[in-house]
């Protein structure tokens, strides 16, 4: 018998164990002032280059510290941010941006131009639509301080949507000297224009990271909505707690030792609700899928029946069991782009089966050549809809044979070895789950999980050049029916092919006291202005 993460945790809180750690183990240091603000997040930060890294923490980070050209805000309509006013010539070829008055980096030196165009080039050299940006440009260049250019080859109407994107990794803004920096290569200074300062000498990694209130930071006028509007600081300091034990981080939030616990398990959501002092809010109400990537360049999965045995083995129902108990903070999901977006579809679902078709699965197993090969799942033990999810999934694939291993780790050991393309005997591996918000799958071009170029497309590298000449259309196509009709032919393929496996849909929420307000809503991003505490 399989003992579950749940199983043990019900267990745990059954035991009142939750209520009676000690503080000292509750919470990591001392408690501070109504001007500080904690929050406990499951993973330790280890990588600090937003632009080379396209975690949801390290994009966290960003957004404290560093800021971007544009921002989406609550209706994901971009709006101008460090950008004052811009503008475009007749022909819709040359895009002028202005800089507005006030921005400066933490080391006390003034944002240029120069700034802006060296990390437009950087990102553009990482991000699926930077990439898109770069190819599309015929230069990219300043003009003087304050202004800069980008010339186009062709007309791009979705080039200010790139710039204020939100999927990871984000363009932020950095000096010229760290921009100018291969992405190989990563930025380790942590300077950047935005509205917090990174605290290098109170950084404990593993255990805490600080972030002070940047006094010289001149927000927009604008109130704040999404990303968007006004980046107000109201605190004088927050302070990132690592806890990656769910029950330690709801029991510090109970005793008020933090403030807001990020990514709390659905196991703990009726708590949190029934807690006078708590409340359990949704920040994205489109939610997030969790997604199976596999690995295309190695057995099994470099034959396409055996991915095609993934989608028939998946039971979604049985995945939202595990992963979102509560049926309202889960559903199924059967389209690439999503259940939310405009450009979700049924094309070429057929394979969608409630309960899944085990038997099906199996049969296309066998005519992949299946022999035995070792399949190893990288399981995320701190991430708690992950874990559950691995396995559940290792569970299914051994009912049918497959000789499926857990490969556990925290986050980051996840995310280090996912880079791997070697076999599994050589450290490789073969299934990995991760997710991605539900808004982000409405556009290929900024999505790296709808990227399917091979060596250049994200990890488990897809490749179809049938689905990337689909995509490439993707830019030109300018109604919202002509995109939809393209997304119908782009699904049509993927499923073919199976560029990935979706394995349910999850909202996300958080936990906070009652006492801090003022949280900003952002799909999967947790950014740190505006929020204060009674």
């Given at each position: 018998?399989?003992i579950?993460?749940?199983?043990?945790?019900?267990?745990?809180?059954?035991?009142?164990?939750?209520?009676?750690?000690?503080?000292?183990?509750?919470?990591?240091?001392?408690?501070?002032?109504?001007?500080?603000?904690?929050?406990?997040?499951?993973?330790?930060?280890?990588?600090?280059?937003?632009?080379?890294?396209?975690?949801?923490?390290?994009?966290d980070?960003g957004?404290?510290?560093?800021?971007?050209?544009?921002?989406?805000?609550?209706?994901?309509?971009?709006?101008?941010?460090?950008?004052?006013k811009?503008?475009?010539?007749?022909?819709?070829?040359?895009?002028?941006?202005?800089?507005?008055?006030?921005?400066?980096?933490?080391?006390?030196?003034?944002?240029?131009?120069?700034?802006?165009?060296?990390?437009?080039?950087?990102?553009?050299?990482?991000?699926?639509?930077?990439?898109?940006?770069?190819?599309?440009?015929?230069?990219?260049?300043?003009?003087?301080?304050?202004?800069?250019?980008?010339?186009?080859?062709?007309?791009?109407?979705?080039?200010?949507?790139i710039l204020?994107?939100?999927?990871?990794?984000?363009?932020f803004?950095?000096?010229?000297?760290?921009?100018?920096?291969?992405?190989?290569?990563?930025?380790?200074?942590?300077?950047?224009?935005?509205?917090?300062?990174?605290?290098?000498?109170?950084?404990?990694?593993?255990?805490?990271?600080?972030?002070?209130?940047?006094?010289?930071?001149?927000?927009?006028?604008?109130?704040?909505?999404?990303?968007?509007?006004?980046?107000?600081?109201?605190?004088?300091?927050?302070?990132?707690?690592?806890?990656?034990?769910?029950?330690?981080?709801?029991?510090?939030?109970?005793?008020?030792?933090?403030?807001?616990f990020v990514?709390?398990?659905?196991?703990?959501?009726?708590?949190?609700?029934?807690?006078?002092?708590?409340?359990?809010?949704?920040?994205?109400?489109?939610?997030?899928?969790?997604?199976?990537?596999m690995?295309?360049?190695?057995?099994?999965?470099?034959?396409?029946?055996?991915?095609?045995?993934?989608?028939?083995?998946?039971?979604?129902?049985?995945?939202?069991?595990?992963?979102?108990?509560?049926?309202?903070?889960?559903r199924?999901?059967?389209?690439?782009?999503?259940?939310?977006?405009?450009?979700?579809?049924?094309?070429?679902?057929?394979?969608?089966?409630?309960?899944?078709?085990?038997?099906?699965?199996?049969?296309?197993?066998?005519?992949?050549?299946?022999?035995?090969?070792?399949?190893?799942?990288?399981?995320?033990?701190?991430?708690?809809?992950?874990?559950?999810a691995?396995?559940?999934?290792?569970?299914?694939?051994?009912?049918?044979?497959?000789?499926?291993?857990?490969?556990?780790?925290?986050?980051g050991?996840?995310?280090?070895?996912?880079?791997?393309?070697?076999?599994?005997?050589?450290g490789?591996?073969?299934?990995?789950?991760?997710?991605?918000?539900?808004?982000?799958?409405?556009?290929?071009?900024?999505?790296?999980?709808?990227?399917?170029?091979?060596?250049?497309?994200?990890?488990?590298?897809?490749?179809?050049?049938?689905?990337?000449a689909?995509?490439?259309?993707?830019?030109?196509?300018?109604?919202?029916?002509?995109?939809?009709?393209?997304?119908?032919?782009?699904?049509?393929?993927?499923w073919?092919?199976?560029?990935?496996?979706?394995?349910?849909?999850?909202?996300?929420?958080?936990?906070?006291?009652?006492?801090?307000?003022?949280?900003?809503?952002?799909?999967?991003?947790?950014?740190?202005?505006?929020?204060q505490r009674?």
């Open positions: 018998m399989t579950s993460r749940r199983d043990l945790f019900k267990v745990g809180l059954a035991a009142g164990t939750a209520l009676s750690m000690p503080a000292i183990v509750r919470a990591q240091t001392a408690p501070t002032g109504a001007r500080t603000v904690r929050l406990a997040k499951l993973n330790d930060l280890r990588v600090f280059d937003p632009v080379a890294s396209t975690e949801g923490d390290t994009a980070h957004l404290a510290i560093y800021d971007t050209l544009f921002a989406v805000d609550s209706k994901l309509i971009p709006q101008p941010q460090m950008v004052e811009w503008g475009v010539s007749d022909d819709k070829r040359t895009y002028t941006f202005q800089l507005r008055d006030g921005l400066g980096w933490h080391d006390g030196t003034p944002v240029t131009a120069a700034d802006c165009v060296a990390s437009i080039r950087r990102w553009g050299g990482v991000a699926p639509g930077g990439q898109l940006l770069t190819a599309s440009a015929k230069d990219i260049s300043k003009k003087d301080d304050r202004i800069f250019t980008i010339a186009l080859k062709e007309p791009l109407g979705i080039l200010l949507d204020a994107g939100v999927t990871t990794p984000l363009p803004m950095m000096r010229e000297q760290d921009a100018n920096r291969p992405s190989s290569e990563l930025v380790t200074a942590n300077i950047g224009s935005g509205p917090f300062k990174f605290n290098q000498e109170l950084a404990r990694p593993g255990v805490s990271f600080t972030y002070d209130r940047n006094d010289k930071y001149v927000p927009r006028q604008e109130a704040p909505d999404g990303l968007a509007g006004g980046k107000i600081v109201k605190v004088d300091q927050a302070i990132w707690n690592v806890i990656p034990d769910q029950q330690t981080s709801f029991a510090a939030l109970q005793a008020g030792e933090i403030d807001i990514f709390p398990s659905a196991d703990l959501y009726p708590l949190i609700e029934s807690d006078p002092n708590l409340v359990l809010e949704v920040m994205n109400t489109s939610g997030s899928d969790l997604i199976m990537r690995n295309h360049l190695q057995k099994p999965f470099n034959n396409v029946k055996a991915r095609q045995a993934m989608l028939h083995l998946v039971d979604q129902e049985a995945f939202i069991g595990v992963v979102s108990p509560d049926p309202k903070y889960g199924t999901v059967t389209s690439i782009f999503g259940n939310t977006s405009p450009v979700s579809n049924d094309e070429n679902t057929g394979w969608y089966k409630k309960g899944g078709d085990p038997e099906r699965a199996k049969q296309l197993f066998q005519e992949a050549g299946y022999a035995g090969e070792k399949v190893v799942i990288l399981q995320s033990t701190d991430w708690p809809q992950a874990d559950s691995a396995q559940l999934l290792a569970q299914a694939l051994q009912k049918i044979g497959i000789n499926a291993e857990l490969a556990p780790s925290d986050w050991g996840v995310t280090a070895r996912r880079q791997k393309k070697d076999p599994v005997e050589q490789g591996w073969s299934i990995h789950i991760t997710n991605e918000y539900d808004n982000a799958l409405g556009n290929p071009l900024a999505s790296p999980f709808l990227v399917a170029s091979g060596d250049a497309a994200w990890v488990g590298w897809p490749k179809n050049d049938e689905y990337e689909l995509r490439a259309k993707w830019a030109s196509v300018e109604t919202l029916e002509e995109r939809k009709s393209l997304a119908r032919e782009m699904q049509k393929v993927w073919d092919f199976v560029g990935d496996v979706r394995l349910c849909q999850f909202i996300d929420a958080i936990g906070r006291r009652k006492s801090l307000t003022g949280i900003v809503s952002a799909p999967f991003l947790h950014p740190m202005w505006n929020m009674a």
